[in-house]
């Protein structure tokens, strides 16, 4: 990894990526490591400018691995590329292959480490700390009113909380929206509630993400629970019910109707 220093704006903290975890965590990585030095450097035989970088995905795959329960967790190459492919769109990045990995060039590198972007005027500063109380009231009470994902002091009142598609909890709700629909036509539900209730699941009820996981599709073929659970709610519910019967089922109670090595690749499942 490069050592050494580079400069980012506070503006980054305001900016749509900043509530990407994925999206931020590569392309920050990928901003960091760029060539710093105006000169460039040589790697591999090949030339880089400043604010380039050469990585493969299989290695950012590798540098981008987190942990969670004790245990590292990587992102997968899928989920890297399609990422990457947004950057892209945003024009915050370009890309090239070559033979020794992708080729990251960050655009408007010089722009971000340029003091100049950063510089206010003293009449700006001015400006900025004579607000009044009464304008810092009004962007106070706007900032309660549109956040989505903090609990309010005040009332108690838990707002809603908005899921990463890539989060595990996320992708148990669409694999459950799946098997639901299997059998049923229901209309388009709010995933990030159903996305939070099996995150309840986990962290307060102590379900473990691989168990839960194996619960909704094995829902999906029985021939009673496929009646019955048709929302993160109800499979809460009817949890240790439902453990129960699948660890001792009843030969008659087993359906056909899904097949999860067929209808589910679970290399793509979280758990």
């Keep these: ?6 400069q980012t704006s506070r503006e980054i903290f305001e900016n749509p990526i900043w509530t990407d975890v994925v999206k931020f965590r590569i392309f920050f990585y990928i901003y960091g490591n760029a060539v ?15 604010g380039q970088y050469l990585r493969s995905y299989r290695n950012l795959q590798n540098d981008l691995a987190y942990m969670e329960k004790r245990a590292f967790k990587y992102y997968s190459l899928n989920t890297i590329k399609s990422k990457i492919e947004q950057l892209v769109k945003e024009n915050r990045i370009e890309i090239e292959t070559t033979d020794y990995g992708t080729l ?8 971000y480490q340029g003091f100049e972007r950063y510089t206010k ?3 700006e500063q001015q400006q900025n ?11 106070n009470n706007k ?3 549109n956040d989505k994902n903090v609990k309010d002091s005040t009332s108690g ?5 908005v899921y990463a598609d890539d989060d595990p909890c996320k992708i148990l709700s669409n694999t459950l929206l799946k098997v639901i629909r299997k059998n049923h036509e229901i209309k388009e539900p709010d995933l990030d509630k159903w996305a939070n209730t099996i995150r309840l699941m986990i962290e307060k009820d102590k379900r473990p993400g691989k168990d839960i996981q194996e619960l909704i599709v094995w829902s999906g073929e029985d021939d009673f629970w496929y009646k019955n659970i048709l929302s993160a709610d109800s499979l809460r519910k009817h949890y ?3 453990m129960a019967q699948k660890k001792h089922p009843m030969k008659k109670n087993i359906g056909q109707r899904l097949k999860s090595e067929e209808d589910y690749d679970y290399n793509k499942l979280p758990f």
């Design 104 to 111: 990251f060039t960050v655009l408007n590198y010089e722009e």
């Design 143 to 145: 900032n309660v009113n």
């Design 240 to 242: 240790d019910k439902m």
């Design 36 to 50: 710093f030095a105006k000169e460039g450097t040589n790697i591999a035989g090949i030339h880089l400018n400043r």
């Design 121 to 123: 005027t003293i009449s």
């Design 157 to 161: 009142k838990r707002q809603k909380r």
């Design 129 to 139: 700390s004579n607000r009044t109380a009464s304008e810092q009231q009004q962007n």
């Design 1 to 6: 990894m490069v050592k050494g220093a580079f």
